[in-house]
């Protein structure tokens, strides 16, 4: 079993960086891929980055490619989600997953955290 607690989020303005990170209990955390997936009122829950259990390997969504970066270290039993040149359709609840790299692409995780707030303002 893993559970996730994500943390970092904030209010940022336009522009701006934040760093998010998801903290794993579990003694086999490195045996799973991650991801970051974020959820807006009104809105459908959208992928936003995966990293393959070696850290070897990452995918982002195209909204987001080339200004958020996902890493983990797995001596912390942690995944990061850097976000730069922040805008304000980067609004959302922020929520980590973690099973097998298939299954986090396609959002469905066995195990989610509870989510943290990102609130990008213009």
């Known amino acids: 079993q893993v559970q996730l607690v994500e943390s970092g989020g904030g209010l940022v303005q336009v522009g701006g960086s934040l760093r998010l990170s998801c903290a794993a209990s579990?003694?086999?955390?490195?045996?799973?891929?991650m991801g970051w997936f974020r959820q807006a009122p009104g809105r459908e829950r959208e992928f936003v980055a995966a990293?393959?259990?070696?850290?070897?390997?990452?995918y982002f969504a195209d909204s987001v490619k080339g200004r958020f970066t996902i890493s983990r270290d797995n001596a912390k039993n942690t995944v990061y989600l850097q976000m730069n040149s922040l805008k304000p359709e980067d609004t959302a609840v922020y929520y980590c997953?973690?099973?097998?790299?298939?299954?986090?692409?396609?959002?469905?995780?066995?195990?989610w955290g509870q989510g943290t707030q990102v609130t990008v303002s213009s």
């Open positions: 990293i393959t259990r070696g850290g070897g390997s990452t």
């Open positions: 997953a973690a099973d097998f790299y298939l299954k986090v692409l396609a959002g469905t995780a066995d195990y």
């Open positions: 579990g003694r086999t955390f490195s045996s799973y891929a």
